[in-house]
């Protein structure tokens, strides 16, 4: 394991593969192994890619490798697709779309196929990630299918999180929802060839400065809403001004929407151009420490969510649980009394877990 660290830490893209098959099957040994990577990560932009099926997702991604390699960059594309176990397969069909790049060392591309829960996918795929900015890739591209809730898991750790809408999705804006709204940075109306597209621009423009609005009334740019007043050892951490406050931090302006024609390449050199900026802006604001602070934090939460949920699967537990469940059904115990007995069992069984680096 060593070795293959070593070697993907100078580089090498099999190794990186390697490591990712690893990571994928849950290697406890591979998880392990993360921790030498530790000192290599942070440098790379991690962008989220998401949309429904069908927009140009993948056909976008194809020509932004083709930008982004044009400047010089080494890029590693990661799809997933969380919300099918059956469509690993069709997955690696549409990888197709990208053979161009098969040859150039300078791209890696990988397909992360569900795997039994939905946990190990977004957990791998954070894994993943770290394997490709350890190997010196400087832009990572994580593509997932759908716009559901396991979507926005993954998406959230990326850095930039660009959401693709096409025109005459039936609902338009509607498959769009709020809470998907919230996670974007750039937006992308693809197939701008076809009719409507300026409409679905203008709807979606509207309805994110109306949010932007919404935003700033709720929440002041000074006052009690400071990132220092919230977690005063932020600041210091992130290395930021005592003084500014989460709204100049963090972003407050109407995020870019962008049309695009991925099947020429139209309007692609804009996405890349907007990608870089938003990554520059937030390295200059300070806000990206803020967004990888929230994001870690997230990952913990969500690790620790998987591990409970693992462990509910295993015998004891599931034994525990289900001797509880029966105890309320035949009316000897509530529901609430039951499940604080059962999570107060979880820590005896958590400590029979190996955590090697801990
Ligand atoms: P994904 O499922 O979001 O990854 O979408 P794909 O990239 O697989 O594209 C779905 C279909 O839309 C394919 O047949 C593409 O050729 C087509 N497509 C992609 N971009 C455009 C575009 O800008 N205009 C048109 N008319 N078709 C496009």
Redesign the pocket.
């Known amino acids: 394991m060593n070795e293959l660290v070593r070697r993907c830490i100078a580089g090498d893209n099999r190794a990186a593969a390697r490591l990712i098959t690893l990571l994928e099957s849950q290697d406890r040994d591979a998880y392990a192994a993360l921790y030498r990577l530790k000192d290599q990560a942070g440098r790379a932009q991690v962008i989220g890619i998401t ?1 429904p ?8 991604v194809d020509k932004l490798i083709t930008q982004f390699r044009g400047r010089g960059l080494k890029v590693g594309v990661l799809a997933v697709d969380p919300s099918s176990p059956f469509s690993g397969g069709a997955i690696l069909g ?1 990888r197709l ?1 990208m053979q161009s790049h098969a040859t150039d060392t300078g791209v890696f591309i990988r397909s992360l196929a569900t795997r039994g829960s939905l946990g190990g996918i977004s957990k791998a795929t954070h894994a993943a990630i770290r394997v490709l900015d350890a190997a010196g890739y400087d832009t990572v591209l994580v593509e997932t ?1 759908g716009v559901g809730q396991s979507e926005i898991d993954i998406v959230r750790v990326a850095d930039t999180v660009v959401l ?1 809408s096409v025109p005459g999705l039936g609902d338009d804006i509607q498959v769009i929802k709020a809470g998907i709204m919230e996670i974007g940075d750039i937006f992308v109306v ?5 009719d409507g597209a300026d409409r679905v621009v203008r709807e979606l423009r509207a309805m994110l400065a109306m949010q932007v609005q919404l935003r700033q009334g709720q929440a002041p740019l000074s006052g009690p809403d400071t990132l220092a007043a919230r977690d005063p050892d932020f600041m210091h951490h992130a290395g930021l001004e005592p003084g500014l406050s989460t709204g100049e931090a963090q972003e407050s302006s109407v995020p870019p929407v962008l049309k ?4 020429t390449g139209a309007g692609v050199p804009e996405l890349a151009d907007a990608i870089v900026f938003h990554f520059e802006r937030l390295k200059k604001t300070g806000a990206l420490e803020y967004k990888r602070l929230e994001s870690i934090r997230y990952q913990l939460s969500q690790f620790v969510f998987d591990e409970i949920t693992h462990l509910l699967s295993l015998s004891e537990l599931s034994k525990v649980r289900d001797d509880l469940a029966q105890k309320v059904f035949s009316r000897k115990l509530d529901v609430y009394s039951a499940g604080m007995a059962l999570f107060h069992s979880i820590p005896e069984q958590g400590a029979t877990h190996e955590h090697p680096q801990t």
Request: charged residues 30%; hydrophobic residues 30%.
């Open positions: 949309g099926p069908g927009v140009g997702k993948s056909t976008l549409d779309r299918v693709v693809n197939k701008a060839d076809r695009t024609i991925a099947e």
